[in-house]
């Protein structure tokens, strides 16, 4: 009889066991789990490729808490905390912002990750891919110039792998992040702009 009632409680906490694994996350905690991997982290560094109707090319970005530093092949972007400084290789000029939540993501796609709450509603792709978590964000306003964002989550540790954004316009831009790098220890100096460094741009200050 003993052994029966074994048999039994050993059947019940495997079946509950698997009823738990094939439970899906809602999107908005798979977001959840994806930012806290920026957020939660000392500090990140992450190299990515991004393609689109006017770009292409290879950067990188290093973050630490609200601060960032993003390096484009034509354009290096400075975020302290308060003001970010934008510097354009082609031009050989440097703008200066006190930016809001949206320049902020624009200049850095990891943001949106975080930040979507109350701006945009989160849902599963009918599209799908092993291992991976495939999210689209549709914003919430009609004013907005975001169409659709497009999220692929890995599913094993919730780091980002890639954003789709499609604009209204008909734009559409792609970031592949090929490596995420957490918990490194970045020096504030890192995220303040290079003055020395190109001692002939112009600034335009438009704080």
């Known amino acids: ?22 439970v899906q996350l809602s999107p908005e905690k798979v977001l959840e789990k994806a930012a806290s991997v920026i957020t939660n982290s000392k500090g990140i560094s992450a190299q990515f490729k991004i393609s689109g109707n006017s770009a292409r090319g290879i950067g990188s970005i290093k973050g630490q808490g609200e601060k960032f530093v993003v390096t484009l092949p034509d354009v290096q972007v400075w975020y302290n905390g308060k003001e970010m400084y934008t510097y ?10 006190n930016p809001d939540i949206e320049e902020l993501q624009e200049s850095n796609p990891l943001l949106y990750v975080n930040a979507y709450k109350g701006k945009f509603k989160a849902s599963y792709s009918s599209a799908s891919a092993k291992g991976k978590y ?3 964000l549709q914003p ?10 497009i999220f692929t989550i890995n599913a094993n540790n919730y780091k980002l ?13 792609t970031v592949e992040v090929t490596s995420l790098n957490t918990n490194l ?3 504030s100096s890192e995220f303040e702009y290079p003055r020395k460094a190109f001692p002939k741009a112009e600034i335009i200050d438009l704080r």
């Open 88 to 97: 354009n290789g082609n031009t050989e000029e440097t703008t200066i912002i």
């Open 1 to 22: 009889m003993k052994k029966f009632f074994t048999l039994v409680l050993l059947s019940l906490f495997a079946i509950l066991d698997s009823e738990a694994q094939n």
């Open 140 to 149: 919430l306003t009609k004013t907005s110039n975001i169409k659709k964002l």
């Open 134 to 136: 495939i999210i689209v």
């Open 161 to 173: 792998e890639k954003i789709i954004s499609e604009m209204n316009g008909g734009n559409t831009l």
């Open 185 to 187: 220890t970045i020096p």
